[in-house]
């Protein structure tokens, strides 16, 4: 397979994929409808779980790299251990945001009022994480692709 189809199987359809699809609303209810579900999908850190499936599919890889017998092991190895790291802190920002969302949203303190939905709250940290460390994993596995192939 060459390199554009293994991006755009392994890159551009997990990351780009389902915000592209959501974006097909924009003819059918408008541009604000559009965008505030594509705001809503990314929300809280939701990226972070692409970025959890990028790092698994790039462990693998490595993996298997290694059991084809690479002469690189000290440089795969620690590829392994980077990737590793990314999941798990990938794992606990998306925990701790959804912890956060559940503490904050309807129905969290029943005696006091609730004024505002949960939906029409966006964490800015979360999302601008989110999308950093998901273009960091994938850009991440595909030079390690590059530099196995």
Not at 22 to 36: D, E, K, N, W
Not at 84 to 97: E, W, Y
Not at 121 to 130: C, D, L, R, Y
Request: charged content about 10%.
């Amino acid at each position: 397979m060459n390199l554009f189809f293994w991006m755009l199987l392994n890159l551009a359809v997990p990351i780009a994929g389902p915000i592209f699809t959501l974006a097909l609303v924009a003819p059918a209810y408008g541009r604000r409808v559009a965008t505030m579900l594509i705001a809503a999908s990314v929300k809280d850190g939701q990226l972070f779980w692409c970025a959890i499936g990028l790092c698994a599919a790039a462990i693998y890889e490595t993996v298997t790299a290694l059991e084809q017998g690479s002469r690189q092991t000290s440089l795969l190895a620690l590829g392994i251990v980077s990737f590793c790291g990314l999941a798990f802190c990938s794992s606990i920002v998306v925990m701790a945001s959804l912890l956060n969302v559940r503490r904050d949203g309807p129905g969290a303190g029943i005696g006091e009022r609730q004024t505002e939905w949960v939906v029409g709250k966006f964490s800015h940290t979360a999302i601008g994480m989110s999308i950093f460390i998901v273009c960091l994993v994938a850009l991440l596995f595909a030079v390690l692709h590059i530099y196995l192939n």
